[in-house]
């Protein structure tokens, strides 16, 4: 029997009452805790007519589920972490998107953060998500991060990981990469076709995997095209446009021109262009180059910059899928890595071969 000893609206606008609950819904309607409970979690036991009662007294009386019991209930905080080095470059950015187009669909909250290349950042964004309960994270590490003890810890409790783009080979946790030596490989091999021979490379962070594996690519190529490389043509640089401007104007400076330069990243390419420019040099023309990542303004700069263009919403995407089979699995899973393929844009800062008369 339903008590009408007070209207709905009295109730709401009583100032004790600050947020309605299931008891309050049951005193109203005068049936048990139980009853309501059972409508609102959709179970058999109980008819329509008095669940559809419950819950449009719920609706009238303005309740909303209490988020942190729901979250006791499934023993999920339905919140996952993501921690990235930078928002600079578009790369990060457009990786999240793919991440929360898996994610939201899945009624996960995404709560972003970002270590500004500090490993004691990231450190600390990293403990303070685990400390909230996220129920997994998505990590791309700093620069600077190098000590790998408090990831080991997680992955030794079993906790989900999924590490991408900037990653540790030592740490045996889910991984999403690019196939970083394929493509490097391509790169170098075009400046060659290009009828380049003195090809630099300016590398990433050279303890970053990313890095290495692009090395790799770039000797592979120089090699299988029988082209020597002299010691001082392998440059860690860095990745970002101020780090290139500097390295560009240092081998000008020492009167050191490469035929052609294989960057590790479109700023750094994009950096050397500003310097070789404002050198009165010529881009191909002096200067070949091919950067990494596709960056939005590629096709924007004069010349146009040649890049590798990576997948980085599949990446999101693939690595949120990685988390989700972690969180949802009920036993110890082998840790996988995913390697992505990509595509090489061509454009006219690397087409060397019509400025060519011999």
Not at 17 to 38: G, H, P
Not at 140 to 152: D, F, K
Not at 293 to 298: I, L
């Amino acid at each position: 029997m339903v008590n009408t000893d007070f209207s709905i609206k009295e109730i709401c606008n009583r100032k004790w009452m600050k947020r309605i609950t299931i008891k309050d819904i049951a005193r109203q309607l005068n049936i048990s805790v139980s009853s309501v409970s059972r409508a609102f979690n959709d179970k058999y036991d109980i008819n329509n007519e008095t669940k559809e009662l419950i819950l449009k007294t719920a609706r009238e009386m303005g309740y909303h589920p209490n988020p942190f019991a729901k979250k006791l209930i499934h023993k999920k905080s339905f919140n996952v972490g993501v921690v990235v080095p930078e928002f600079i470059n578009a790369f990060f950015p457009e990786v999240i998107l793919g991440i929360q187009d898996v994610l939201l669909t899945k009624n996960y909250q995404v709560l972003i953060m970002q270590s500004n290349e500090s490993y004691e950042i990231e450190l600390k964004n990293v403990k303070t998500l685990v400390d909230n309960m996220v129920d997994g994270l998505i990590i791309s590490l700093s620069r600077e991060t190098t000590n790998l003890e408090y990831y080991n810890n997680l992955v030794q409790k079993g906790y989900p990981l999924v590490f991408f783009n900037r990653i540790n080979e030592d740490l045996p946790a889910f991984k999403v990469i690019f196939d970083d030596f394929k493509w490097s490989f391509f790169a170098t091999e075009h400046l060659i076709k290009q009828g380049c021979k003195k090809i630099f490379h300016f590398s990433a962070y050279n303890h970053l995997s990313l890095a290495r594996n692009r090395i790799k690519g770039y000797k592979k190529a120089m090699d299988k095209h029988n082209l020597p490389i002299e010691n001082d043509w392998i440059i860690e640089t860095g990745i970002y446009t101020e780090e290139g401007e500097k390295m560009m104007q240092k081998l000008i400076d020492k009167n050191i021109i490469p035929e052609g330069i294989f960057c590790a990243t479109d700023m750094t390419a994009l950096g050397a262009m500003l310097i070789i420019k404002k050198n009165n040099l010529k881009v191909p023309e002096n200067i070949a180059l091919v950067g990494f990542t596709e960056t939005p303004f590629c096709p924007l700069v004069d010349p146009s910059l040649t890049s590798v263009s990576q997948p980085t919403f599949e990446i999101g995407q693939t690595a949120a899928n990685l988390l989700l089979k972690q969180i949802e699995s009920e036993s110890h899973l082998i840790p996988e890595t995913v390697v992505l393929n990509g595509t090489m844009h061509i454009r006219e800062s690397s087409r060397k071969l019509k400025y060519r008369h011999d």
